[in-house]
Each structure stands twice: as C-alpha cells, then as structure tokens.
C-alpha cells in the first residue's frame, strides 16, 4: 500500500504535553461496528466481559538519553537498544561530525568519569558505542546521568523533567530495557485494577522491550519497502497458558497496546494458539494481515504516515480508522503518548 494512504492533519494543539491526572482520566474513544463512543478509561470494566483477559507489556523505561560532549561539541543520545557487554546501539543528534574512536563524555568535569567509545556509524543512521563500564555500574551511571526518553514531538525547554521519569512510566513496569514507553499502559491505576478484578477481567504480564525506533518516520512509499526495527520480547510458558485458557472458555483477548498485541501475533500459531516466545520480532502489520490472536486492542492515538497508525487500520479498517480519528479531532481528544485513548474492535467482529 501507499504510505499516503495513511496520512491525515492534525492540529499540533491536540498533541498531548503533559498526562491525565490521574492517570484513568484519559478519555476513551470505543470503535466498533455499531459506530463510535465517547468514554473514559475508568469506564473500561463496564466496557469488558468477565473471562476477557487483558495482556500488558511490563517492560520498564530506563533513563535512556543522555547529554555528551565530543571534546567541545556536545551530542545528544537516544539509546535505543543493548547488544551486551556495555555495547549499544543510540540515535545521535550531532552525529554526522562522529567518527570511530570518537570518546563521549557524560559526566561534569567534576564528576567521577562516565563516558563511551564510537564503533561505528551504521547505514540505518544510527551508532555502535561501547560504555566504559556495564551491569549495575552502567544501571546505576544512566540513573545519574541519563533523563527520559520522552518522544520528539513532546517539547521540554530544559529536556524531561523528574516528574517525566515517573510518569512516563507505566505503574507495573518491572523489566528494563525499554527505551520508550508502552503507552496505552500509562492510562492504568491500582483504583482500574481493582474494578477490572471485580468484573472478573484478567490480567496477563508479557515483555516487549520498546526501541527508539518506533518514533521513526516511514521513508518509502510503498509499505511493502520499508524495513521494521527489531526489539526483544518474552511470553514465558505462564503468559501463554493463560491466554490460551482464556480462549478456550470464550473470554476474549485484550492487547492493551500495539507491543502487546505484537508480541502476541508474533507468538501466535495459524491457529491462534500462542506458544512461549523469547527472541527478537520485527513483525509489520499492515491492512490484509489476519490477526490469529487478539481480539480487542486498547491504544493511544497515533502519528501520520506511522507504522503504528497503520497497524490500527489492519485491525479495524482504514477508512473506519480515519473515520474515527476525524472524530477525535472534532471532539478535542489528545494525541500521542500523554494523550487519550481508544478501544478497537476488529473489522467484522462483533459490537
């Protein structure tokens, strides 16, 4: 398909620069065959069956971007994914005037040294870098040094703040390695977990660890010519039975968000029976995939042009995506990562 066909105008004051407070505060559009409807996110147990089981992705953002300075020059970092033993790959602003040997430094000149070597400069423009120091030496330096990696489009005079680092973090994340966060998870608070538990909604727990790649614009024209990043995601052998006897009993599957419902696809059999996974997925969901697994999917709204809008137009249908996102527009809701959300039901499902 033509990337064009995925575009639409958004006015920039609808993009979100702060979250709801608190955070099931968010507006809630639900799109189904019957329409459309306007909700809340705290109204999703009334929204949901008993027996529905609800997948989360509880990867945990670190403090990835990072500030440095080439001997006077300073460079911004975006770390985006680890390769082991204090090896990364990053998004660098600045990167052009880096070279291999280059040495980044990112403490103050008063500080304890903190500080990586270039590798390499990589044809998908991003960089190879070594760290001086790796496990909990380099954890706890990102700690000190490193701030959130909040997307582009969210615009911080002075970079992310403190209160960023905590709410741009979902209230169950226990697995580091994200380098942005699973946003429709932002939406979610002990109060909604209770509800959801007394309407009888379960909750599942996988791994996808969010690349800084899922901000990057698509540079083709054509959908079928553009590469997918790749990022790590686990579903143990628990996660996956549990899904499976939920299917069983008629509860439906709720991906809640686009890396949950990935890493379900990914795992999932030709006969939608999900298997354990632990590995690495580039999966690329356009129109005409047949989705094996998911039967709901609750999501933030998305870029123009982006493989994530154009994931939501596989599972309920461009022109009802485009539709729906008209209607948002019209009614005020926010967009993108601090932004409200929708619930989808999928093209011919039921209401």
Known sequence: MRVADFDFALPRSLI??????????????????????????????????RGDVMVFNDTRVIPARLAGRRRAARVELTLHRRLGDG?????????????????????APTEPSFGAEILAKNPEGDVSLRFDRDGEDLRAALERHGTAPLPPYIEREAGATAEDRLRYQTIYAAREGAVAAPTAGLHFTERLFKALDAAGV???????????????????DDTREHRMHSETAILDDSAAERINAARRRGGRVVAVGTTSLRLIETAADENGTVRPFAGDTDIFIT?????????????????????????????SGLERMKSAYEHAIREGYRFYSYGDACLLHPVGGPA
Do not use: C, I
């Not at 090896?87 to 403490?107: E, M, Q, V």
């Not at 690349?211 to 990057?216: N, S, V």
């Not at 129109?287 to 599972?315: E, I, Q």
């Open 16 to 49: 979100a620069a702060q979250p709801a407070e608190p955070r099931d505060a968010a507006r809630l559009l639900v799109v189904d065959r019957k329409g459309l409807a306007d909700r809340g996110v705290a109204d999703l147990p009334d929204l949901l069956r």
């Open 202 to 220: 379960e909750r599942v727990m996988v791994t996808l660890h969010v690349g800084a790649g899922t901000f990057l614009p698509v540079k083709v």
């Open 287 to 315: 129109p005409g995939y047949r989705f094996k697994a998911v039967d709901l999917l609750l999501t933030n709204f998305h870029l123009p042009r982006s493989t994530l809008f154009m994931l939501v137009s596989a599972f």
């Open 87 to 107: 090896l990364w790959l990053a998004f660098a602003k600045g990167a052009r005037r880096l070279r291999p040997g280059d040495r980044l430094d990112f403490a």
